[in-house]
């Protein structure tokens, strides 16, 4: 079964406009960590934020924000006023304790913003 | 610093060829970590390291051959390829590989996209 969904593979959105990448996983541990990383063409993994699972409260970094709520197992991002350069893959990732730092990786959302 | 670097940045290998991708941090991490990612998928783990020990082979097949020097260093010797094996390869580091708790942040490094021809 797949541990972490990201149902929307590719979203287009005109410079400026918000977007919310949705992330919903499935775990029986009560502490895991949620992870997103952001992959441009170039290729790198570039690390966005981690939280624990008893660290419910909203995250917002400049117009990156990001929504945990545990009630629906979803770990939603939230950009605002997107640009150009947040075009990217875009993947929301789960650890659980005891797996030695095994990250189940989500398929990606491909984000592309159009000027 | 949160930079794992990684030579070369591209490589064209013919099926017969032997080659290595190097993997390089100097954060002081513990575990280190092989992943391949082909187009369009998520990346896939291969090996795991932690403390210059593998700990973590995701039943890769034996021409993919890690090795962990040191603690900074961590190479993936490469023999007798398929075409199928061409892909991104990334490397990542952690600071261990758990701490009780405590999961760890993986930080990538740019990657190595190799042909197989």
């Known amino acids: 079964a797949q541990k972490v969904t990201q149902a929307q593979t590719e979203i287009s959105v005109v410079e400026k406009e918000d977007v919310t990448l949705d992330c919903v996983y499935e775990?029986?541990?009560?502490?895991?960590?949620l992870f997103w990383y952001k992959q441009p063409p170039s290729g790198e993994l570039v690390f966005l934020i981690r939280r624990n699972s008893f660290d419910e409260q909203n995250e917002i970094s400049g117009r990156y924000s990001w929504n945990f709520q545990k009630s629906t197992s979803s770990f939603n991002f939230t950009i605002t006023a997107s640009q150009v350069v947040d075009s990217a893959v875009y993947f929301c990732a789960l650890s659980e304790v005891g797996t030695g730092n095994q990250f189940y990786f989500g398929t990606g959302t491909s984000l592309t913003v159009i000027p | 610093d949160t930079e794992v670097t990684q030579t070369p940045k591209h490589l064209v290998m013919g099926m017969t060829n032997k080659k290595s991708l190097k993997c390089e941090q100097h954060m002081g991490h513990r575990a280190m970590y092989w992943y391949k990612q082909k187009a369009k998928k998520p990346p896939e783990l291969m090996f795991v390291y932690s403390y210059e020990k593998l700990s973590i082979n995701e039943s890769v097949p034996s021409r993919f051959s890690p090795e962990c020097p040191n603690s900074s260093l961590l190479n993936l010797h490469l023999h007798a390829l398929q075409p199928e094996d061409s892909a991104l390869y990334l490397c990542a580091s952690s600071l261990t590989t758990s701490g009780g708790l405590k999961q760890e942040t993986q930080y990538f490094g740019p990657g190595t996209r190799l042909l197989v021809l």
């Open positions: 775990t029986r541990d009560t502490t895991y960590y």
